[in-house]
């Protein structure tokens, strides 16, 4: 067999499952976009110009911005009192958690997490890269899967 014929006859087998998977109800449906969620303490004014000031700074990458234009990257107050941190940059928030619910979640989503990140929740289907678990532990970022 010569890696033709091989490249011929995958290309059908591929061929045919597409068509299969595409015959299927329901499947197709285009994937619900991946949605990260990032928790922020607001209880000063100080921490309201920390966050307008890490919002500006996203913004100004194109990617970024879309998502949170698109809503997939969504922000939500943290629960309680905002945890007070000595060393924190006063142009960024102290935030604690984020959360990622579905998808494949690569190095580069990890290293876009705000500094400060001490915990990252996700959901029961999401994956990690080998890259991204190696980044989530070099920062030291607690890694917990929501039941």
């Known amino acids: 067999m010569t890696s033709d014929s091989v490249r011929a006859m995958i290309r059908e087998v591929l061929a045919e499952e597409l068509q299969r998977f595409k015959a299927r109800p329901g499947t197709g449906a285009a994937p619900r976009p991946q949605v990260r969620e990032e928790r922020v303490s607001i209880a000063s004014n100080a921490d309201l110009a920390a966050f307008v000031a ?74 990690l890269t080998p890259l991204a678990r190696d980044r989530v532990r070099t920062r030291g970022i607690n890694l917990e899967r929501a039941s």
């Open 54 to 127: 890490r919002l500006l700074d996203l913004t100004r990458d194109g990617l970024a911005r879309r998502e949170i234009e698109d809503q997939r990257h969504v922000f939500r107050l943290a629960a309680g009192p905002a945890p007070v941190e000595r060393t924190a940059s006063p142009a960024r928030p102290v935030v604690n958690a984020a959360r990622i619910d579905k998808g494949l979640v690569s190095e580069r989503q990890i290293d876009a997490l705000p500094p400060g990140t001490s915990q990252l929740v996700i959901g029961k289907s999401v994956r």
